[in-house]
T-cell receptor
Framework: AQSVTQPDIHITVSEGASLELRCNYSYGATPYLFWYVQSPGQGLQLLLKYFSGDTLVQGIKGFEAEFKRSQSSFNLRKPSVHWSDAAEYFC????????????FGPGTRLSVLP | DTEVTQTPKHLVMGMTNKKSLKCEQHMGHRAMYWYKQKAKKPPELMFVYSYEKLSINESVPSRFSPECPNSSLLNLHLHALQPEDSALYLC???????????FGSGTRLTVV
């Protein structure tokens, strides 16, 4: 069965510092991979996605992610964090279980220090 | 229109009440979803509708009843809920696996 792990429950960085959020997945075929961001009390917004092609993908809000098949990873990065990036970040993998759906990781909460 | 609209945004209901959550999208997406999200947890899949037919029901209690009247609308009917059902209920839609979900902003449900 498909699964997604995010090893870091909570990360704190200073504004202007670089950021990397880790995501590892377990899936038997070429996965569809996504990163979503959720601000408190809000829905989830798609940051970026990967399913084929260039393994470094660019997303919105200055985020990028790199797919590494050998490590089963899809880590999210940002070179310079802004205070407004403080939120919950979810990695997700597309799955087929009698219909398409997406399996979410447990999430990483990002705090940003001024 | 690139949004999923959920109403109401907040709902407080008693354990004997009947209420409905509504979700609407006009992006032509053929799959629609209900998720339940508790605080500090990822969304948990409840139901999937594909081409207006229920394709996934994740063993959700019968006090939650989904309905898909047409390709743009998704309802979640609530009856005799328990306090532990208090959560953020998220609706999402997608065209296909490669496009990912578009989420609504959710309905914050409190059962008293």
């Amino acid at each position: 069965a498909q699964s997604v792990t995010q090893p870091d429950i909570h990360i704190t960085v200073s504004e202007g510092a670089s950021l990397e959020l880790r995501c590892n997945y377990s899936y038997g075929a070429t996965p569809y991979l996504f990163w979503y961001v959720q601000s408190p009390g809000q829905g989830l917004q798609l940051l970026l996605k990967y399913f084929s092609g260039d393994t470094l993908v660019q997303g919105i809000k200055g985020f990028e992610a790199e797919f590494k098949r050998s490590q089963s990873s899809f880590n999210l990065r940002k070179p310079s964090v802004h205070w407004s990036d403080a939120a919950e970040y979810f990695c997700a993998v597309g799955a087929w279980n009698y219909g398409q759906n997406f399996v979410f990781g447990p999430g990483t909460r990002l705090s940003v220090l001024p | 229109d690139t949004e999923v609209t959920q109403t109401p945004k907040h709902l407080v209901m008693g354990m004997t009440n009947k209420k409905s959550l509504k979700c609407e999208q006009h992006m032509g997406h053929r799959a629609m979803y209900w998720y339940k999200q508790k605080a500090k947890k990822p969304p948990e899949l409840m139901f999937v509708y594909s081409y207006e037919k229920l394709s996934i029901n994740e063993s959700v209690p019968s006090r939650f009843s989904p309905e898909c009247p047409n390709s743009s609308l998704l309802n979640l009917h609530l009856h005799a809920l328990q306090p532990e059902d208090s959560a953020l209920y998220l609706c999402a839609s997608s065209q296909d696996m490669s496009s990912g979900y578009t989420f609504g902003s959710g309905t914050r449900l409190t059962v008293v």
